[in-house]
């Protein structure tokens, strides 16, 4: 595997730069057919309401994958990734127009482990909410 | 209607595997908005040290729950599908996967317990290789909205 990220180069308490990752319904819909998960409340607003939401709502696993995708960025490499286990704590409200909503991700080195592995804490935000919690990657550097 | 405590520790393993294909993974990529050509060309991936291309770290989803929704379809444990929401997720690799992995899950319900008004139940998968080869283990908890209530 060839991260491009050096161990020795990198300190706990760094922090990775926020990055913007655009949903739209179209992201959502797109999501439901690749992953197979058709649940209604990602993509149909009129039964969202029935079941008690505000509006469609993104894919746990949708904001997941961009949490994921901040951190193969950053270390080059996707097979670099280790470990990777959120706690999804708020919902992503996707609305039906041409904005839809924004996950903001960034990042911070928390640890530095053995075999030049690091902890990488992420922080994804949409709007004023945590939309994750919890959220951690082990990732092996160079 | 609280979820049937007695699904705890009961396991499922898949009937059939999946095989992992480049077109699968190309367009999990696409899906997630994720250009990076390691998902997509084989000659980038081979340069980062890889023999082929690289399924995205959430990509598991996409088979490792195939052999528990045998469990969550189950009138017997009660659940009310329109009301779960995910919980918690994570992966742990032992390695990449790649295009041609024929992988089979095996899948344990490890805990059903409620939180305020939800009820939560977290499943373990073990992926491996139809050749017993570990590939990765998830860990998934679903939340049934106001299923404690």
């Not at chain 2, 490792?64 to 599908?81: F, K, T």
């Not at chain 2, 690799?93 to 805990?111: A, C, F, H, K, N």
Request: with cysteine; hydrophobic share 40%; glycine share 10%.
């Amino acid at each position: 595997m060839a991260a491009t990220v050096k161990y020795d180069e990198v300190e706990v308490g760094q922090e990775l730069p926020a990055t913007d990752y655009p949903v739209r319904r179209l992201n959502l819909v797109m999501y439901a057919g690749a992953s197979g998960d058709f649940n209604q409340i990602h993509w149909n607003e009129r039964f969202a309401k029935t079941v008690g939401l505000p509006d469609v709502i993104a894919h746990g696993m949708f904001t997941m994958a961009q949490g994921g995708r901040f951190v193969t960025d950053w270390v080059g490499d996707p097979g670099a990734v280790l470990d990777y286990g959120v706690r999804f704590s708020s919902m992503v409200i996707v609305p039906d127009d041409d904005q839809g909503a924004t996950i903001t991700v960034s990042g911070v080195i928390e640890e530095k482990l053995e075999d030049k592995r690091v902890v990488v804490g992420l922080i994804a935000k949409s709007g004023d909410a945590h939309v994750l919690s919890k959220a951690r990657a082990v990732v092996q550097l160079s | 209607m609280a979820l049937n405590r007695d699904f705890v520790g009961r396991t499922y393993k898949s009937t059939t595997s999946y095989e992992v294909s480049r077109v699968k993974i190309k367009e999990f990529a696409a899906a997630i908005g994720d250009n990076n050509p390691i998902y997509r060309d084989r000659a980038a991936a081979q340069a980062a040290g890889h023999p082929d291309v690289v399924a995205p770290p959430t990509f598991p989803i996409v088979f490792s729950l195939q052999s528990g929704g045998e469990a969550l379809a189950d009138p017997e444990l009660g659940l009310n599908y329109a009301m779960v929401v995910h919980g918690e997720q994570r992966f742990e690799y032992v390695r990449p996967i790649y295009p041609g992995d024929e992988l089979v899950t095996s899948s344990t319900i490890t805990e059903i317990r409620s939180a305020g008004r939800n009820e939560l139940m977290t499943i373990r998968s073990d992926v491996t290789t139809v050749a017993g080869e570990p590939v990765c283990t998830t860990y998934n908890t679903i939340v049934e909205r106001g299923g404690a209530g």
